[in-house]
């Protein structure tokens, strides 16, 4: 293939400043701002890949435990006719899925333990429609029974208060009831019927579900408060939502899973953008390392160029020279990133524990960061804009040099040679 004369230079000086013995200081300062540039590469596409799997690691398990859209009266009574506010959210053809729910907080003792929790009431035949933690666990949620007083709860609050499957809690209500004696709370022995593991430790260590009909006696709702809605697709929740509140008018309170997570989500977001901002530095650090290589090398190559200019090249062409110079060692350093960050970032799982174990520490403590297992999701949305980024920071450290090498005069070049 016929290369134009500036490729063919610009290859030829690229690969002569790591050959030739005469120039092996500026071949080592060449090779660093390369192994900079795909180290810095490497680090975003890792990095941007564990935070996008930390959130999808954490939505979906989050999503096993709650409904995608909830429903509430918007004076907060309770819903007794809820098959009436069900049907008129199925004719929305993004639902799929509906059950009555009530959400409530309460206090769990046990012994001297006592922590707070969130208490969901809940119909277990209509649950499993909705959530896929109920539909995993079709038996163990059968087990919840109208006037039975079964609890089901998290596997992190079945441990801190040592309790399992048998054993009896006691939920004190938040509201009192009136005595002669004054205002004393009401207190209700239940059983575990069983204890669940969604992976989420918020949940995990939080979340207390028992039949509707027993937390309407207990928190005296007269009902169910709310009904939960699942969608096709999760992510449309928000725009689902907005649909649903202009269809079902302002007496119904609308919440999707977006909103009521709202806070954590735009956390995550905003270090993403912080992280890539901090590490496309990094990036262009390296790549800036490329001017002193190619200051270095106009200096080495002042003769060269003289010889060229006198041949007929232009100063347009000694531009060029140099710049395929430049950016073939950006292109070199960005593919070598893509290769590195990509290997790591779809091995992470074998990499992370084998660390672990040689370290012998933890770097998720579940109680800490909601998971335990370090997750990984590359997404071409954040891999292409990180080596575009790349090489345009590297072909532009090259601006500089290679208009010093086009004014490069022929007569002073030659003057000592």
Not at 128 to 145: G, W
Not at 182 to 207: C, M, W
Not at 343 to 370: K, M, T
Request: proline share 5%; net charge positive.
């Amino acid at each position: 293939m016929n290369l134009p004369f500036e490729w063919r230079v610009g290859w030829r000086y690229t690969r002569a400043s790591r050959t030739t013995r005469r120039n092996g200081f500026i071949s080592f300062i060449s090779g660093v701002s390369v192994l900079g540039i795909a180290l810095g590469v490497a680090a975003l596409i890792i990095v941007l890949s564990v935070m996008n799997g930390f959130q999808k690691e954490v939505r979906d398990r989050m999503l096993s435990v709650v409904a995608h859209v909830e429903l509430f009266d918007a004076r907060g009574s309770a819903l007794p006719d809820w098959h009436v506010l069900a049907d008129k959210a199925r004719r929305n053809p993004a639902v799929v899925g509906v059950a009555p729910f009530l959400p409530a907080q309460a206090l769990i003792a046990r012994g001297d333990d006592m922590r707070g929790a969130l208490v969901r009431g809940i119909v277990p035949s209509e649950e499993v429609a909705v959530t896929p933690l109920a539909a995993s666990m079709k038996d163990t949620f059968a087990r919840l029974h109208s006037g039975g007083w079964g609890v089901i709860i998290g596997i992190e609050m079945a441990r801190s208060l040592g309790v399992n499957e048998g054993d009896m809690l006691t939920v004190v209500a938040p509201s009192g009831q009136m005595t002669p004696a004054g205002v004393v709370p009401r207190l209700k022995q239940v059983t575990v019927v069983g204890i669940f593991n969604a992976g989420h430790y918020e949940y995990d260590s939080g979340l207390v579900l028992m039949h509707a009909d027993d937390a309407a006696k207990l928190f005296r709702t007269g009902g169910v408060t709310g009904v939960q809605l699942k969608l096709k697709d999760a992510q449309m929740a928000r725009s689902v939502g907005n649909e649903l509140a202009d269809s079902l008018g302002p007496d119904v309170i609308v919440r999707d899973w977006t909103r009521t997570n709202r806070n954590w989500f735009d956390a995550v977001q905003v270090e993403k953008r912080m992280m890539f901002i901090i590490l496309t530095l990094i990036v262009a650090v390296a790549a800036f390392n490329l001017v002193s290589t190619l200051v270095m090398t106009v200096t080495d190559k002042r003769a060269d160029i003289a010889i060229l200019r006198t041949l007929g090249a232009s100063p347009r062409s000694i531009m060029a020279i140099f710049m395929v110079q430049g950016a073939l060692s950006g292109v070199m350093g960005t593919l070598g990133g893509l290769g590195l960050g990509l290997l790591v970032a779809f091995n992470l799982d074998v990499i992370v524990p084998f660390i672990e174990h040689l370290l012998g520490v933890r770097f998720l403590p579940g109680s800490i960061y909601l998971i335990s297992q370090m997750p990984s999701d590359p997404q071409w949305g954040d891999i292409l804009p990180i080596a575009v980024i790349s090489l345009v920071l590297s072909l532009a450290a090259t601006l500089y040099p290679s208009w010093r090498a086009s004014r490069v005069q022929p007569a002073e070049a030659l003057r000592y040679e």
